[in-house]
């Protein structure tokens, strides 16, 4: 099993890292076209704002990349919401891959939504194992508006895809490697797609 | 729907847990790590690590420590205590926390928020506020509380959102280790006038107080250290008992 994280300055992946460590699999970081496409699952993280994270995949040409991937690729929070067509945050065009758009919480609520939150609606081999309103840790400003590809939802305000599927694409919003026992699960699912 | 959270707070000195710890099969009670991975299991929601460390090699001991938790624990941390500057800030991100908290520093120099905020997301940045009620008006303290300022609490929470912070942690210097309860009114205000979470902090001392301090100061968490460490709160009990007072947590 050769597990990359795409490192492209996105914030904190050593948690992405060493929660892959706990499960027994060294998870490489890696910027390198040649070995993101070599390897047998992706991992597509990100932490921090829209636009400049964007400008990093542009810059590195990842951006171009990652749409062209033919193996299961995960994206996590601000990288599954790369993965949109738009997101509100910076006005910034997404990479395309799932068919919604990002947009903000309304200002009713308390922004970020920082804690633990229930998942429904399950409906991804993504969640074997994981049942029904299990918590995941979410900190975020920005939602996904529902579409087709929405395999499990959170209540916040509104109600909003928490996790997306297109083909070989997983996304996640909540942080399953600080997300205890279930998140861990799902991380293993992922590795055993 | 959104849950509230119980936040155990651990100080640390040189990489190790200064106070005292009582806690229930603990082999060593002053390795952060196992206590943390303890407070894991037990069902805490979060971590906050208080560096009080003095000097230099205290700091880079607690860097290491900081990523052997980030190792090991499956939970989200955050640790403050002396934080300054943004390289500091890029190092303890860098070694695996979640979040860091600032305090005196922010004070100093208001910048700083907006500094990190833009560079590392607001999501990971806490401003810790120790405030102190003197004739009914609520005056920052800094230096651990050591220090008076002139400074209004309420005013200095709303600049401190409006520059960028994700979440502020309030304690209550009249309210802190009296066990008696949080300052609920204050944080009710604060909770009210900011549209940032706010974690209370500072007067814990039974099960009621946690369940108070979520009705009547409208916190969205709740942090505390020796009703913890020493046995005297369980965890687990306390999620039990708030969520039979209608206050949604994670069991």
């Excluded at chain 1, 970020?112 to 994981?130: A, R, T």
Aim: glycine fraction near 8%.
């Amino acid at each position: 099993m050769k597990l990359v994280i795409i490192n492209y300055g996105a914030g904190n992946i050593k948690s992405i890292q060493f929660a892959f460590k706990r499960l027994g699999v060294d998870a490489v970081l890696s910027d390198s076209p040649e070995e993101i496409m070599a390897a047998d699952k992706i991992i597509f993280p990100g932490v921090g704002e829209a636009s400049s994270a964007m400008k990093m995949l542009d810059e590195s040409g990842l951006d171009k990349l990652i749409p062209t991937l033919k193996q299961p690729v995960l994206g996590i929070c601000l990288g599954m919401q790369l993965l949109c067509k738009s997101t509100e945050e910076g006005n910034t065009k997404g990479l395309g891959i799932f068919q919604t758009d990002v947009k903000r919480f309304s200002n009713d609520l308390k922004v970020p939504q920082m804690g633990w939150n229930v998942i429904k609606d399950l409906k991804s081999d993504l969640f074997s194992g994981i049942k029904e309103n299990e918590y995941m840790y979410l900190i975020h400003s920005y939602y996904a508006e529902h579409c087709e590809e929405t395999i499990a939802a959170t209540d916040y305000g509104i109600n909003y895809a928490s996790a997306l599927q297109h083909k070989n694409f997983y996304g996640v919003q909540f942080h399953p490697e600080k997300s205890s026992l279930a998140g861990e699960r799902i991380l293993q699912n992922f590795l055993e797609i | 729907m959104l849950t509230k959270r119980i936040i155990p707070c651990l100080d640390i000195k040189n990489g190790r847990t200064v106070k005292g710890v009582n806690f229930v099969d603990l082999r060593d009670a002053g390795d952060p790590v196992e206590l943390a991975k303890q407070y894991a299991d037990v069902g805490a929601d979060e971590l906050v690590f208080l560096d009080i460390s003095a000097t230099l090699e205290g700091r880079a001991t607690t860097l290491e420590m900081v990523e052997h938790v980030a190792e090991q624990v499956n939970i989200p941390f955050t640790v403050g205590g002396g934080i300054s500057s943004i390289e500091h800030v890029n190092d303890l991100l860098q070694c695996g926390a979640d979040k860091v908290s600032i305090n005196s520093s922010a004070v100093k120099r208001p910048e700083l928020i907006n500094e990190l905020s833009n560079k590392f997301g607001s999501q990971c940045i806490v401003v810790a506020i120790d405030a102190k009620q003197i004739e009914e008006q609520w005056k920052v303290h800094l230096a651990g509380g050591s220090i008076p300022t002139d400074i209004d609490l309420f005013e200095w929470a709303k600049e401190v959102e409006e520059r960028g912070a994700g979440e502020i942690l309030f304690t209550s210097m009249n309210h802190d280790g009296t066990k008696n309860g949080f300052a609920n009114k204050a944080l009710a205000k604060l909770s009210s006038a900011l549209n940032i979470p706010i974690i209370a902090s500072g007067g814990a001392g039974d099960i009621q107080h946690f369940v108070d301090t979520f009705k009547k100061g409208k916190a969205d968490a709740a942090l505390a250290a020796s009703v913890f460490h020493f046995g005297e709160i369980p965890i687990s009990e306390l999620k039990k008992e708030l969520k039979n007072n209608n206050i949604e947590v994670r069991l």
